[in-house]
């Protein structure tokens, strides 16, 4: 039994962490005045029904309309690595002052928000990606 009271304790503690460093970041506005922030790579996960995958998006310029790839890596269904998707675009946009990105005849978006916390920064938001609706959080390199 305390086994089980410490684990549940030390979980708690564990997201609670996890909340106080999420709340600390400022959401940030994205205009053509701070582009340069979003310049760069970026790694995270994307979170659809099938579950939690990992994904790399990299932008090329400071300056509309952004460029750059996004690459998608899949899992099979028994969680094997089963390749990677490379989407290249050239029409990045700043819409509702978030990162805002639509390809291939409607069968991928994303639109992001910035966040920030003194040098860190996190691009976070919504993703609709061939049929899956879902999440994306990717922090900076």
Not at 36 to 56: P, V
Not at 77 to 86: A, E, H, I, P
Request: with cysteine; hydrophobic share 35%.
């Amino acid at each position: 039994m305390k086994k089980i009271v410490f684990w549940g304790v030390f979980i708690q503690i564990f997201i609670l962490i996890g909340l106080v460093s999420y709340a600390a970041m400022t959401k940030e506005p994205i205009s053509e005045g701070n582009l340069s922030d979003l310049k760069g790579k970026w790694e995270g996960w994307r979170t659809l029904t099938r579950g939690d995958y990992r994904t790399e998006l990299e932008i090329y310029n400071d300056t509309l309309p952004l460029k750059g790839k996004i690459i998608f890596h899949d899992v099979d269904r028994r969680g094997k690595m089963s390749g990677t998707n490379d989407v290249g675009f050239e029409q990045g946009k700043i819409r509702d002052n978030n990162f805002y990105l639509k390809w291939a005849g409607g069968k991928g978006e994303v639109d992001l928000s910035l966040y920030k916390d003194g040098g860190k920064m996190k691009l976070e938001g919504d993703c609709y990606l061939w049929g899956s609706r879902g999440t994306m959080s990717l922090k900076k390199k």
